[in-house]
């Protein structure tokens, strides 16, 4: 199983919809995608259709076996995990990481975790096949945190593939334009590919839905199918 865990540097820089339009563009592959909810916001569902009225997910239950019936599946057939309404440890979503691994799924499967951007991602155990995407946006605040975070990278003994992804670009601002040059010279880290600013994201998100659907000639659209690409490859690499 390819497992690639997406959490936000910060709050805000729209790590949720990068799981779920990259969920999509990999089913569209024929890949097999199960996304699973970490972040108690439990927003992930909404991008695949779930009813607004609809609110439990594992956190709700005792036991994984016990939320079996929480998995859902999109109309694309990708299959979704909802976090619930109840708080949960650090132990307890490790716990839900390890039962996913052992469900009965296609050993070529593809694991999609949407990780709270406030929860430290050394907190999870994570092995030197994992990918973990740290999302980010063209901003000051952002640019600040990436040296912090490559410090405690640097000082931590990670095993896991770590790297920088930049969303919601707009190459129009003349700030993000000349951040993003930098980082692309001097930012160790730095995913090869980024994800531009694209209004198709807020609508389809309106409509419960994601732009690799509701929009198959946008920017959005191209965007997440790159990076759907880069993944496989790596994903290869490690193999």
Same mark, same amino acid.
């Given at each position: 199983?390819?497992? %690639?865990?997406?959490?936000?540097?910060k709050?805000?820089?729209?790590?949720?919809?990068? !799981?779920a339009?990259l969920?999509? #563009?990999?089913?569209?592959?024929?890949?097999?995608?199960i996304? @699973?909810?970490?972040?108690?916001?439990?927003?992930?569902?909404?991008?695949f259709?779930?009813s607004?009225?609809?609110?439990?997910?594992?956190?709700?239950y005792?036991?994984?076996e016990?939320?079996l019936?929480?998995? $859902?599946i999109?109309?694309?057939? !990708? @299959?979704?995990?909802?976090?619930?309404?109840?708080?949960?440890?650090?132990?307890?979503?490790?716990?839900? %990481?390890?039962? !996913?691994?052992?469900?009965?799924?296609?050993?070529?499967?593809?694991?999609?975790?949407?990780?709270?951007?406030?929860?430290?991602?050394?907190?999870y155990?994570?092995?030197s096949?994992? %990918? !973990?995407?740290?999302v980010?946006?063209?901003?000051?605040i952002? $640019?600040?945190?990436?040296?912090?975070r490559?410090l405690?990278?640097?000082?931590?003994p990670?095993k896991?593939?770590h790297?920088?992804?930049?969303?919601?670009?707009?190459?129009?601002?003349?700030?993000?334009?000349?951040?993003?040059? &930098?980082?692309?010279?001097?930012?160790?880290l730095?995913?090869?590919?980024? &994800?531009?600013?694209?209004e &198709?994201?807020?609508?389809?998100?309106?409509?419960?839905?994601?732009?690799?659907?509701?929009?198959?000639?946008?920017?959005? $659209?191209?965007?997440?199918?790159?990076? #759907?690409?880069?993944?496989?490859?790596?994903?290869?690499?490690?193999?």
């Amino acid at each position: 199983m390819k497992k %690639i865990f997406i959490k936000g540097i910060k709050g805000g820089t729209g790590a949720t919809s990068i !799981v779920a339009n990259l969920a999509c #563009a990999l089913r569209k592959s024929d890949e097999d995608v199960i996304a @699973i909810d970490l972040d108690p916001k439990s927003d992930l569902g909404l991008h695949f259709g779930l009813s607004w009225e609809h609110t439990s997910g594992w956190s709700n239950y005792l036991s994984f076996e016990s939320a079996l019936d929480e998995f $859902h599946i999109d109309d694309d057939g !990708v @299959i979704f995990l909802p976090f619930g309404t109840l708080s949960a440890s650090t132990q307890r979503t490790q716990k839900t %990481i390890e039962s !996913v691994q052992q469900l009965e799924i296609n050993d070529s499967a593809w694991l999609l975790f949407d990780c709270p951007s406030h929860q430290d991602i050394q907190n999870y155990n994570l092995s030197s096949h994992d %990918i !973990v995407l740290e999302v980010i946006n063209c901003d000051a605040i952002c $640019h600040s945190l990436i040296y912090r975070r490559l410090l405690q990278l640097n000082q931590s003994p990670k095993k896991w593939q770590h790297y920088f992804l930049v969303n919601n670009y707009n190459s129009a601002c003349e700030l993000e334009s000349d951040l993003l040059q &930098v980082w692309q010279s001097e930012t160790p880290l730095l995913a090869p590919v980024h &994800v531009n600013k694209d209004e &198709v994201v807020k609508e389809s998100t309106a409509f419960r839905n994601v732009a690799v659907n509701c929009a198959p000639f946008s920017v959005a $659209h191209d965007d997440f199918e790159t990076l #759907a690409s880069w993944l496989v490859t790596r994903a290869a690499d490690n193999d």
